[in-house]
């Protein structure tokens, strides 16, 4: 059991650490940012063992019912509150986060060491970690909002942290600017909700109090209120998944995140693993039973998901940024997430979100250790790097497997139970759909088996291809600008174990985090976590959450056998011709491969046609118009009126004295005259 | 005398006096016009103060002499301004060799 103020600490000792490295450390000057490092790991060890002790003690029975404390009172009926919401699924992310963030945090030590800015980069990311817990805790919507928007504010200032490169200053923006779109939809939810206060006042529901939401959506039949339904309803949770699909990268606002890699690789990490993308998800998982009353809702998601799993991991197929694959790799993974929460696979979604937390953030770990041998991300400039990093090589297959889904790896339980749910299908959307959600994520396990293993040779086997310095040699003898983030120092070898260390930790984590979390298929591990433990945990915020199916071999052995044939083919069109040195044997695909590698124009539609006709040429030119014309014209005008009035009233002014009483006195007699006739 | 009668010889001497300081050129004119306006007004004050002095209250004096106060405390005023207006004269006399208004236009835009 734990104090409301011990649960509140897990969120204000990253503020705290914020604070404590922004206002103290970081003016003392570089002699002692190190301690910069040692304070964030420390808020955030505390955090994660606090975390750890709140998971265990609810999962024990014990009952966490804070009441919230008043901030605004807006109306009746709509009130914000600062409160905590202590379920399952709060619970379970504030594990990941925390453990997350802190192999992050501890990695970074290693990879940020000797930047410039290194207490900077520590103030930077404690406040990401607080905003993600304060989202994760929130009860309020508007709290909820606050952190939401925080952790897009601290992502902003994550991915742009090498500010001085251009590229990176555009990538911030854009990550902002198009999570921002996202969030119009969230807002006007908001917005939606707290003019309903009136109904939600009458039932004594506070409108923006999440639990209440929950029971307004919910039919009165069902013991809710009944006071959203229908296409009110539908339209409430698109608002609310546009927020979702804008953080999380879903189609079609996923452009954002793959330039989103221009930040430090750990940061990338982060926002790939536990923070950024994951909120989109928890916002969805978080209003559940808001989205599960209205098959619409439900089908757009599902849809959406399942088809950004597929698209993000075409453009997968044909990314030579290493770190760019592993962020179509994420796209493509939380399409998973959300088209099993679209099925009304609840429970699997999040068991997703859990361990494709640890195994994306190893993976991602493994690719900055990798550019700190290379000097480069371009994986056409790496190969071969397996003697000199077998650490890292080995914890990236490992990390590969299980993003691939190969038993008996983390990933592979999460993803197989998806896989189940869509085929047998929840009843939360038509069978029709879930069938075809269940064919779109099964094509996406071959095309994710495609481009890890793709990656996987590219980097590591092989004969090394000469990393950063051969790449800016190329570009100079081509004549091109060189890429950003490539650098002379090339050295073969194993990074330093401050980088390796929570390397070993995530990668044990891939491996087990499936089967030691979530037994399936067996009574009970080492006797203490029953069968389905964590999908039954989260079922049981849910109030009528379904249990998991029961582990199906069959559909363990069609996805293995998917898998492995993703494998196979990678390995065959990577592995096999010996002879293969700086051209990717995909560019035979021609159009296709140019299609993918442009990313389906999608960007070009985005910045070209969008922003650049329409939006400069045409909105912002009629602006323009308008404000040079009608805005500055009415300006204008009124001082010409002013300054002719004047001068021509100024005739009056004849300096003779006699004419002033003159017309005093015609006035005076037109009020007289007036006075008759009127009064 | 009726109150009538004494109102009309008022309101002529007013609008004399007012067509004198309108029309007319001599800033010395001038001043004579509106000692003709004045005593206009003079005359109304003590016409309608004897008018009214039936109504007004016992033993009030203050209220029966209203308009005859009101008249003396306007001579001492014109007094004081016909002293002012005279010294005005002067000073635009040794200025402009001209007690004509119409020479003294220099506050034209």
Redesign the interface.
């Known amino acids: 059991m734990l104090s409301e103020a011990l649960v509140w600490a897990i969120f204000l000792l990253p503020v705290a650490s914020f604070l404590l490295i922004g206002g103290v450390i970081r003016p003392l000057g570089p002699s002692v940012a190190k301690a910069a490092g040692y304070v964030t790991i420390l808020a955030l060890g505390v955090g994660f063992v606090l975390s750890l002790w709140l998971l265990r003690s609810h999962a024990h029975g014990v009952v966490y019912d804070f009441a919230p404390h008043l901030w605004l009172n807006l109306a009746p009926g709509a009130s914000v509150q600062m409160g905590l919401l202590l379920d399952p699924l709060t619970n379970v992310m504030l594990v990941v986060v925390t453990g997350v963030s802190l192999m992050v945090q501890i990695y970074s030590m290693g990879y940020m060491d000797g930047d410039e800015s290194f207490a900077r980069y520590y103030a930077y990311m404690s406040l990401f970690s607080a905003s993600m817990i304060g989202l994760v805790l929130a009860s309020n919507i508007v709290q909820m909002y606050v952190f939401w928007e925080l952790v897009g504010l601290s992502s902003y200032l994550l991915i742009g942290f090498w500010h001085d490169r251009p590229s990176a200053a555009a990538a911030a923006k854009k990550a902002f600017i198009i999570t921002r779109i996202g969030d119009v939809g969230f807002l006007l939810a908001i917005i939606f909700l707290f003019f309903q206060a009136d109904d939600f006042a009458a039932q004594g529901l506070n409108a923006l109090h999440i639990p209440d939401i929950w029971t307004a959506a919910a039919p009165i039949a069902a013991g809710g209120a009944g006071i959203v339904a229908g296409g009110a309803l539908l339209w409430l949770c698109l608002g609310l998944f546009a927020g979702a699909a804008g953080k999380s990268g879903q189609f079609p606002l996923h452009t954002w995140l793959p330039d989103a890699m221009e930040g430090p690789t750990p940061v990338s990490a982060l926002i790939h693993a536990a923070t950024m993308v994951a909120a989109g998800v928890f916002l969805v998982g978080r209003f559940f039973p808001v989205f599960s009353e209205s098959e619409g809702a439900m089908m757009v998601v599902a849809l959406i998901g399942a088809f950004t799993a597929v698209f993000a991991a075409t453009m997968g197929l044909a990314a030579n940024d290493i770190k760019r694959v592993m962020a179509y790799s994420t796209v493509s993974q939380l399409g998973y997430m959300m088209a099993a929460l679209g099925i009304g696979a609840y429970n699997a979604a999040l068991f997703h979100l859990f361990t494709h937390a640890f195994f994306k953030a190893l993976l991602f770990l493994g690719a900055g250790s990798v550019n700190h041998a290379a000097g480069t991300f371009n994986m056409m400039y790496m190969g071969g790097l397996r003697k000199a990093m077998p650490f890292t090589y080995w914890l990236t297959v490992i990390g590969a497997l299980s993003l691939v889904g190969i038993f008996p790896l983390a990933g592979f339980w999460s993803k197989d139970e998806i896989l189940l749910e869509a085929w047998l299908g929840t009843g939360a959307v038509e069978t029709s759909v879930s069938l075809l959600v269940f064919v779109l994520l099964l094509v996406g396990v071959l095309l994710t088996a495609f481009y890890s293993f793709r990656m996987v040779h590219l980097t590591f086997h092989g004969e090394f291809r000469g990393g950063g310095e051969q790449e800016l040699h190329d570009c100079e003898e081509a004549g091109q600008p060189a890429p950003t983030g490539v650098s002379h120092h090339v050295h073969l070898g194993e990074s330093p174990w401050w980088m390796v260390g929570p390397m070993v930790f995530l990668g044990i984590s891939a491996v087990i985090a499936g089967w030691v979390a979530n037994p399936i298929g067996v009574k009970s591990v080492f006797g203490l976590i029953p069968s389905h433990w964590l999908t039954d945990y989260f079922a049981s915020g849910l109030h009528d959450g379904h249990h998991a199916p029961p582990f199906s071999i069959a559909m363990a052995v069609i996805s293995n056998v998917v898998a492995l044939a993703g494998i196979g083919l990678a390995v065959l069109t990577y592995a096999w011709p010996r002879g293969f040195t700086n051209t990717d044997p995909l560019t035979r695909g021609g159009i296709i491969h140019a299609v993918l590698a442009q990313r389906y124009y999608l960007d070009h539609l985005y910045e070209g046609v969008i922003v650049g006709r329409v939006f400069y040429r045409v909105v912002a030119a009629v602006t323009d118009w308008f404000d040079r014309n009608i805005v500055d014209g009415i300006v204008g005008l009124t001082g010409w009126i002013s300054r002719n009035v004047g001068s021509l009233i ?2 009056a ?6 004419t002033y ?2 017309v005093a ?1 015609l006035g005076g007699l037109v009020i007289i005259v007036l006075y008759l006739i009127l009064g | 005398m009726s109150l009538e009668s004494m109102l009309v010889v008022a309101a002529v001497l007013f609008c004399v006096g007012l067509y004198g300081a309108l029309a007319r050129r001599n800033f010395i004119a001038v001043l004579m016009s509106i000692e003709l306006m004045f005593n206009g007004v003079n005359l109304t004050l003590v016409a309608m103060g004897r008018w009214l002095a039936p109504y007004a209250v016992q033993d009030a004096l203050s209220a029966v002499l209203t308009g005859q106060v009101f008249a003396v405390f306007i001579i001492t005023v014109a007094a004081a301004e016909i002293a002012l207006g005279l010294g005005i004269v002067f000073a635009m006399f040794r200025n402009t060799e001209s007690v004509d208004l119409t020479d003294a236009a220099a506050m034209r835009h």
Do not use: E, H
């Open positions: 100024a005739l002014q004849n300096g003779q004295v006699q009483p003159l006195a």
